[in-house]
């Protein structure tokens, strides 16, 4: 298993604003997950996406996945003070356990 | 489907004495993770279990944790004795692994744990 770096470790951003976080990784993957955990809580999975996907949406979220490149990267339009959370990425070689990163703290503004 | 399920939500203990944490996988569910995060290192997984049998423990801090998975629908953590430096936050993740892996997980709500 390997671990996925998020970048920034934090973001604060005005409500309403493009939210973008990075996720680099070491080495070849199956998939790529994105993980979120509001205060307090347990993470979320937001979503999973295949090594042979280029970019995948989820109503405001997202992902792009740049194998050649090892990273990928989480976009959130129009974000909402909702969205304010830890964000992490899971990148995955088939293993079946996931090892998760410190994450990217995003704070919304009012 | 309730989701996972951990109890208690919060613990407050003293140094010395025992502690169990209990998680309930969702039903169908074949992998359960339990994890721990505090600040100072993330989240780390301690060790997870595949059809109920531990396949990966190195992230067991030390022989004061144990973990069981007596059935498919639940499993504990146990610290004996425990330490302050083991206040934390710890989750129960479950997963249904295919053959590739990689799936996603679910998590439950977590147990705040503090050791006095």
């Known amino acids: 298993s390997q671990q996925g770096e998020e970048d920034p470790q934090a973001l604060s951003i005005q409500e309403g604003e493009n939210a973008t976080m990075n996720c680099s990784y070491k080495t070849s993957i199956n998939n790529l997950q994105w993980y979120r955990q509001n205060s307090g809580r347990g993470l979320v999975h937001l979503i999973l996406i295949r090594s042979n996907e280029r970019e995948k949406h989820s109503g405001r979220l997202r992902v792009t996945l740049d194998t050649s490149k090892k990273s990928s990267s989480l976009l959130i339009t129009a974000s909402r003070a909702a969205d304010t959370a830890s964000y992490f990425c899971?990148?995955?070689?088939?293993?079946?356990?996931?090892?998760f990163g410190q994450g990217t703290r995003l704070t919304i503004n009012p | 489907d309730a989701g996972v399920i951990q109890s208690p939500r919060h613990e407050v203990t003293e140094m010395g004495q025992e502690v169990t944490l209990r998680c309930k996988p969702i039903?169908?569910?074949?992998?359960l993770f339990w994890y721990r995060q505090t600040m100072m290192r993330g989240l780390e997984l301690l060790i997870y279990?595949?059809?109920?049998?531990?396949?990966?423990d190195s992230g067991m801090p030390e022989d004061r944790f144990s973990a069981k998975m007596p059935n498919a629908s639940f499993s504990t953590l146990k610290i004996q004795p425990s330490e302050p430096r083991d206040s934390a936050v710890y989750f129960c993740a479950s997963s249904l692994i295919l053959a590739g892996g990689g799936e996603t997980q679910y998590f439950g709500p977590g147990t705040r744990l503090l050791v006095l």
């Open positions: 279990f595949n059809n109920n049998v531990p396949i990966d």
């Open positions: 899971a990148p995955s070689q088939g293993a079946q356990k996931l090892v």
């Open positions: 039903s169908g569910h074949n992998s």
